[in-house]
């Protein structure tokens, strides 16, 4: 599967994005998917990830609340929303997929990765 990230932009702290997923290739729905960020100078981190229907989903800590991952699988489409943005939530996002039979928050064991879409919230 091929992945691309769109979205990403600049905002003021207390505002909100919309990040998009558009992947092509294998069968979307067979993938459990997941968005994660890097920081300049920090190790790539989970953010949210989504089951293969879109039923479950699991969020880090920091964003619980303020994130919402959805999935339209008849789309080949990923989403976030993300509201009250906070500066330290700046980073560049990268949407992600792996096969497998559960959701996992760990970035090693994704298989594909797109190319990732910078996010600038200031304060």
């Known amino acids: 599967v091929q992945l691309q990230a769109f979205g990403g932009g600049s905002v003021q702290a207390g505002g909100s994005l919309s990040l998009s997923c558009a992947a092509s290739?294998?069968?979307?729905?067979?993938?459990?998917m997941g968005w994660f960020r890097q920081a300049p100078g920090t190790e790539r981190e989970f953010v949210a990830a989504?089951?293969?229907?879109?039923?479950?989903?699991y969020y880090t800590d920091s964003v619980k609340g303020r994130f919402g991952i959805s999935r339209d699988n008849a789309k080949n489409m990923m989403y976030l929303q993300m509201n009250r943005l906070k500066p330290e939530d700046t980073a560049v996002y990268y949407c992600?997929?792996?096969?497998?039979?559960?959701?996992?928050?760990?970035?090693?064991?994704?298989?594909?990765w797109g190319q990732g879409t910078l996010v600038t919230v200031s304060s």
């Open positions: 992600a997929a792996r096969l497998g039979v559960r959701i996992v928050n760990i970035t090693s064991q994704y298989d594909y």
């Open positions: 989504i089951s293969r229907s879109g039923s479950n989903t």
């Open positions: 290739g294998r069968t979307f729905s067979m993938y459990f």
